[in-house]
């Protein structure tokens, strides 16, 4: 019984195995099968992208050959006809050095032919020389320096010709000329007018104060008004105290003094004292700072100024003159005058010092009395820093003395223009009638004068004459008269008109006669 159940199981097991492997064998076959056909499609694809390929590659090698062969074609033809121009320009070459040779050759036969022809000249020359001394009876050398001295005179002539003709068209040209530099200079300037005040007010809102400063009969104002020479004016009208004086400086030392005295609980005459004394050292360290600011905005640091004339320039800033800032009228002066002097092609350093100085005098003239040109050259030669040059720029401008160079020239032209402005200046009312009744009294001094009016703030005269005792010949020669009367005598910003009138009447029938000198 155990023998068939074994028997059966082998049997089971070889039958199993043998199927097994019949089913293995057949999975084999169709995978290789399988496997065959992808190999055998990828074989196919890559022979057909080979051809592809190949034939791709054929293409571009046709298409790079058929290049080749046009670019071989061009570069012959090229080729050729570089050969055949250069061939031309050998063949012309050769022209070019046969002519040459034959000009070459032509040049040194007419050479030689010159100098057998020159050489004749000379033998003639050295036979009729000596004949035609004889006959003229005169010598070579004599003749030579004849001929020299003629083209010397008519160099000359010529020469003088030449200047004449210069000299006349500057002068028919130079008024027309100074007139657009003076034109182009005002225009290029456009500063406010420099008038200044000779009175200011100090600020005192309270009474308690006003009294205080005034104290026992005013001991401690009549000190201060002994001292400077200021007047203190207490108007209760307005809430302040009003300082005047003609000198600013003194005038600020006062202002300094009372503000200082304001702020003091007890007020006294030492107290006073030491407070002017205060007042005034400050206002002396003021000038010099003002006087160094304006070395720096002239950039003259080079120069190195002392204190003391640092002081005196920085007292312009508290002169005036007919109410003009005289510092800013020193910088308007030094302004027009350097930018004439750069249209003149002159020195500007001249121009500048000569232009801003020129008024130097009058920081201390009110003081010494004497005229403020003379200060100006006494300051500039004193300190040893200006030049000659420098100085006679800077204090001729008033005709001291004969003016000697065009930047003194022009100093003076700068300081009429900036004193000529319009508003420029200011003067009391004495003076503007002193000045009028003046213009009319000397043309009420000639004979024949009938009536004066001077008219425009006294810039135009007009005068009225007797029609019977003055022709109108004479009428020309008067008004020359009376204007250089007025120009020698009278002081006058800008310019006066003179007008001489002669009227005539008849039969109601009126005639004028205008004749106009401008003084």
Avoid at 140 to 169: G, H, V, W
Avoid at 284 to 291: E, R
Avoid at 352 to 378: C, N, S
Wanted: aromatic share 8%; proline share 2%.
């Amino acid at each position: 019984m155990f023998f068939y159940t074994i028997l059966i199981f082998l049997l089971v097991f070889i039958t199993t195995s043998l199927t097994s492997y019949f089913l293995i064998g057949i999975k084999s076959r169709f995978e290789f099968k399988k496997a065959k056909i992808e190999v055998d499609k990828i074989i196919e694809k890559a022979k057909t992208e080979g051809n592809e390929y190949k034939t791709r590659v054929k293409e571009q090698v046709e298409k790079f050959n058929n290049l080749f062969i046009k670019y071989e074609k061009h570069f012959t033809n090229q080729q050729d006809k570089t050969e055949k121009s250069i061939k031309l320009l050998e063949e012309k070459l050769v022209k070019k050095e046969e002519e040459n040779k034959k000009i070459e050759t032509e040049v040194n036969n007419l050479n030689k032919e010159l100098e057998v022809f020159y050489t004749n000249i000379e033998k003639e020359k050295e036979k009729k020389i000596p004949l035609l001394s004889k006959v003229s009876s005169f010598q070579i050398d004599k003749a030579k320096d004849q001929i020299i001295q003629n083209l010397q005179d008519d160099l000359n002539l010529a020469k003088e010709l030449r200047i004449t003709k210069y000299i006349n068209s500057i002068t028919e040209d130079s008024p027309t000329i100074a007139k657009n530099m003076l034109i182009e200079a005002i225009h290029r300037f456009s500063a406010p007018t420099s008038v200044e005040k000779k009175s200011l007010i100090i600020p005192i809102n309270r009474n308690e104060t006003k009294a205080k400063l005034m104290g026992n009969n005013l001991e401690v104002l009549t000190f201060l008004e002994d001292h400077l020479g200021v007047d203190i004016v207490f108007d209760d009208s307005k809430p302040g105290i009003t300082v005047s004086h003609y000198e600013l400086v003194k005038k600020h030392i006062a202002r300094e003094t009372i503000l200082k005295l304001i702020k003091d609980k007890n007020i006294s005459i030492e107290l006073a004292q030491k407070r002017l004394d205060e007042a005034t050292k400050e206002t002396k360290a003021m000038l010099i700072d003002i006087g160094k600011k304006i070395v720096n905005k002239l950039e003259l640091q080079y120069r190195n100024f002392p204190d003391d004339f640092k002081e005196i320039l920085g007292r312009l800033k508290y002169r005036t003159s007919y109410g003009q800032n005289i510092l800013k009228h020193c910088f308007e002066v030094g302004f027009f005058t350097l930018l004439l002097g750069n249209e003149l092609g002159l020195n500007e350093e001249i121009c500048k010092i000569g232009g801003f100085f020129h008024d130097l005098g009058k920081a201390i003239d009110q003081e010494d009395g004497r005229p403020h040109d003379i200060l100006t050259k006494e300051i500039m030669e004193r300190f040893n820093i200006f030049s000659w040059e420098e100085i006679h720029a800077a204090w001729t401008h008033h005709d001291a003395i004969p003016i000697e160079t065009a930047e003194a020239l022009l100093v003076k032209a700068g300081d009429a223009i900036s004193a000529g402005r319009p508003g420029a200046r200011q003067e009391t009312i004495e003076k503007y009638l002193a000045r009028i009744m003046a213009i009319e009294g000397i043309a009420n001094s000639y004979e024949g004068v009938n009536k004066t009016y001077a008219i425009s703030g006294g810039r135009e005269l007009r005068v009225l004459v007797d029609p019977k005792r003055l022709d109108d010949q004479n009428l020309p020669e008067l008004a020359e008269e009376i204007a250089k009367e007025i120009e020698d005598n009278v002081a006058y910003p800008g310019q006066i008109r003179v007008n001489v009138i002669r009227r005539i009447q008849h039969n109601h029938t009126i005639k004028e006669k205008n004749k106009k000198k401008v003084a």
